[in-house]
């Protein structure tokens, strides 16, 4: 509309317009790619098994959660890791399993005044992945909301487990074997910067093992692709 204005009254300076132009062809393209990444979520597809980069992964998966939700919060994006953060896994599948996270972040700061969340990648602390026997990469996403009480935090993954009235309880639980799925594993602690909630996400490298191949966590080939609405795959706990 500013355009036009400026044509209507005359005033056809190039470089506004220009400047116009070129923010409205961006914000076209960025919304072509939401609606490609929410059609590419919606299509029934059998699970693929290669080599991801997990900066794909949250690029991708920030990129849609921002497209799709409404005023969302900030996302600090921190990528600590001493080589490339590949694993073997349906690149898809992980990028519902971090929409997930964020939107459980997201819904944990609601009544915040200043939300802020934010996604790390970084090495797995050697302490922790001797555990599983092999070099691990982390993936955290972390909230200033309000945290959980004990009981919640221990049974948040479960299924049909949930505090919210129309919530169904199984997005966390798909999540988590989601991450299984691919040899790796979910769990939730506080947040080491303070106030909130961190879920972490631990995933073996490709160079340091292989993980099993990536099944549909409920058996069913096509049900983890077969959501339109990326945001439904929200957890029903805060």
């Known amino acids: 509309r500013g355009i036009v204005r400026r044509i209507d009254a005359g005033r056809l300076d190039a470089g506004p317009i220009s400047a116009a132009a070129g923010d409205i062809a961006a914000e076209a393209q960025r919304a072509g790619q939401v609606l490609g990444r929410i059609r590419d979520f919606s299509r ?3 699970a ?25 919060p900030p996302i600090e994006i921190d ?17 519902q399993l971090l ?7 997201y819904d944990a700061t609601r009544e915040v005044a200043s939300p802020a969340l934010a996604v790390r990648c970084e090495d797995e602390p050697e302490s922790v992945a001797s555990t599983v026997d092999m ?20 049974r948040m993954f479960e299924p049909f487990f949930t505090t919210k009235p129309a919530g169904v309880g199984l997005g ?16 939730a602690e506080p947040d080491p910067g303070g106030r909130g909630l961190a879920l972490c996400l631990a995933l073996p490298r490709t160079d340091a093992g292989t993980a ?10 096509n049900v983890a692709t077969r959501d339109p609405d990326p945001t439904a795959l929200a957890h029903d706990v805060r």
Do not use: M, Y
Not at 137 to 152: K, M, S
């Open 44 to 46: 029934k597809r059998p």
């Open 48 to 72: 693929e098994r290669r080599t991801v980069d997990l900066r794909d992964v949250i690029e991708g998966s920030v990129q849609l959660f921002t497209g799709a939700v409404g005023n969302a």
């Open 79 to 95: 990528i600590r890791c001493s080589a490339p953060p590949t694993v073997c896994g349906d690149r898809l599948q992980l990028e």
């Open 99 to 105: 929409l997930n996270l964020l939107k459980n972040g």
């Open 135 to 154: 070099r691990s990469l982390r993936l955290t996403v972390t909230d200033n909301g309000a945290g959980l009480d004990a009981d919640t935090a221990q």
């Open 172 to 187: 966390l639980a798909l999540a988590k074997r989601v991450a299984e799925a691919h040899g790796g594993r979910l769990w």
């Open 212 to 221: 099993r191949d990536p099944i549909d966590p409920t058996h069913d080939p």
